[in-house]
C-alpha cells in the first residue's frame, strides 16, 4: 500500500499572505488533485495534475495557483489569504491517466488553514 | 450541472441498528458511484463502488443503485462506534466529471 503525506497539518496565515501547502504520495500514481472542504459544501475540486508538469484547473481555481514539479509531489498556493477564511484542503491521487479518474481517489489526511 | 445532495444531514443509531443514508444526483446519465467515509480530522477512505443499477455489498457496507429514481444509498449493517465518521457520496457523470456530496455525519451510539 502507498500512502499520501499532506504538509503542514494546520496552517495559520495572515489577510493577504501568499501561503504554500505540500502533498506527498509514494502510490506512483498518474493523477493527483487539490480538493477544498467547507462545512457544509463537500468537496470542490481547486486543481488536478494528470502528469508531471501539467495543471488542469478546477472549479475553485480562481485565487490559487499549483505545480507538479515531479510525479510524487502536487503543491498548491494560496495566493492572498482571505481574512476569517477557514477549510481544510485535502490531496488526492489516482492511477488513471485522465484527469476525471474513473478510478478510486486516495486522500491525504489534510491541511486546516485558518486565516486571521 | 450535477447536483449531489446526501439526507439526512445527521443521523444517530445505536450499536448494532442498521444505518440508513441517501444520495440523491440530477444527472441520469451518471455512470460512477462511490461512497467514501472521513473521521474525523483525517482524509477519506472509499468504501464501496458501484456502476450498475441493483446491489454492491462490501464487508459491513452495501450501495444500492437506483438510475430512474436518481438515488443510490448506503446501508451499514451493525454499525460499532468506530463507524461514527462524514460519509460522503460521489458521484461521475459522462463528461467524467465527479461531484461529491455534501455529506452525512453519523453516529453511532454504543
Known amino acids: 500500500g502507498g500512502i499520501i503525506t499532506q504538509t503542514p497539518k494546520f496552517l495559520i496565515g495572515q489577510e493577504g499572505q501568499k501561503l504554500t501547502l505540500k502533498c506527498q504520495q509514494n502510490f506512483n500514481h498518474d493523477t493527483m488533485y487539490w480538493y477544498r472542504q467547507d462545512s457544509g459544501k463537500g468537496l470542490r475540486l481547486i486543481y488536478y495534475?494528470?502528469?508531471?508538469?501539467?495543471?488542469q484547473k478546477g472549479d475553485l481555481s480562481e485565487g490559487y495557483d499549483a505545480s507538479r514539479e515531479k510525479k510524487s509531489s502536487f503543491s498548491l498556493t494560496v495566493t492572498s489569504a482571505q481574512k476569517n477564511e477557514m477549510a481544510v484542503f485535502l490531496c488526492?491521487?489516482?492511477?488513471?491517466?485522465?484527469?476525471?479518474?474513473?478510478?478510486?481517489?486516495?486522500f491525504g489526511s489534510g491541511t486546516r488553514l485558518t486565516v486571521l | 450541472q450535477q447536483k449531489v445532495q446526501q439526507s439526512p444531514e445527521s443521523l444517530t443509531v445505536s450499536e448494532g441498528a442498521m444505518a440508513s443514508l441517501n444520495c440523491t444526483f440530477s444527472d441520469r446519465s451518471s455512470d460512477n458511484f462511490r461512497w467514501y467515509r472521513q473521521h474525523s480530522g483525517k482524509g477519506l477512505e472509499v468504501l464501496v463502488s458501484i456502476f450498475s443499477d441493483g446491489e454492491k455489498e462490501e464487508g459491513s457496507f452495501t450501495a444500492h443503485l437506483n438510475r430512474a429514481s436518481l438515488h443510490v444509498f448506503l446501508h451499514i449493517r451493525e454499525p460499532q462506534p468506530s463507524d461514527s465518521a462524514l460519509y460522503l457520496c460521489a458521484v461521475r457523470d459522462m463528461g467524467y466529471k465527479l461531484t461529491f456530496g455534501t455529506g452525512t455525519s453519523l453516529l453511532v451510539d454504543p
Open positions: 495534475s494528470i502528469t508531471e508538469n501539467d495543471l
Open positions: 488526492a491521487s489516482s492511477i488513471a491517466k485522465q484527469g476525471w479518474s474513473a478510478e478510486t481517489l486516495y
